[in-house]
């Protein structure tokens, strides 16, 4: 494989499935985290977890509204921005997500408060590549083929 190669889109009916399954799920953990179980159903979330909630809750509903656009219209511009939009909010909330830092792992909390903080600094370092990238795609248009 070449770095000129560019592979086929998937047909337009797997994409629209996947977006309805992705709104799926955004909303299912908008639910989820906001009514029933809730966010304090679970063990290592403090009560500083109040405190995430709006930036979370605003990643999953953009989310969720970027998926159901993509369903009625795909088109790399509207894809370039709604991955924009999705991955700027989700920025957001990662970096709320490590400000508070509202885990609570109990006597192996040494251990895993490292692990969750690689993983929210992978998570916020792969979100400013994937902002580049994007704003990129918006500059250079969709992938020409050769």
């Known amino acids: 494989m070449t770095l000129s190669e560019v592979h086929p889109r998937p047909a337009v009916a797997s994409r629209r499935v996947g ?6 799920i955004d909303a299912a953990l908008l639910y ?14 403090t009560p500083d977890t109040a405190a995430v909630l709006g930036p979370v809750n605003a990643s999953l509903l953009v989310g969720l509204v970027a998926n159901a656009v993509y369903v009625v219209h795909d088109a ?3 894809r370039a921005l709604g991955d924009l939009a999705t991955t700027s909010v989700g920025l957001v909330a990662l970096v709320r997500l490590w400000q508070v830092f509202p885990f609570d792992f109990g006597a192996a909390a040494s251990s895993w408060d490292l692990v969750a903080r690689v993983l929210l ?10 902002i580049v990238v994007a704003l990129v795609r918006l500059v250079r248009g969709p992938a020409r083929r050769r």
């Open 19 to 24: 977006y309805v399954l992705a709104a799926m």
């Open 32 to 45: 989820a985290v906001n009514a029933w179980p809730g966010w304090d159903a679970v063990p290592f979330l």
């Open 76 to 78: 790399w511009p509207v």
């Open 121 to 130: 600094a992978l998570g916020i370092l792969g979100s400013v590549v994937a």
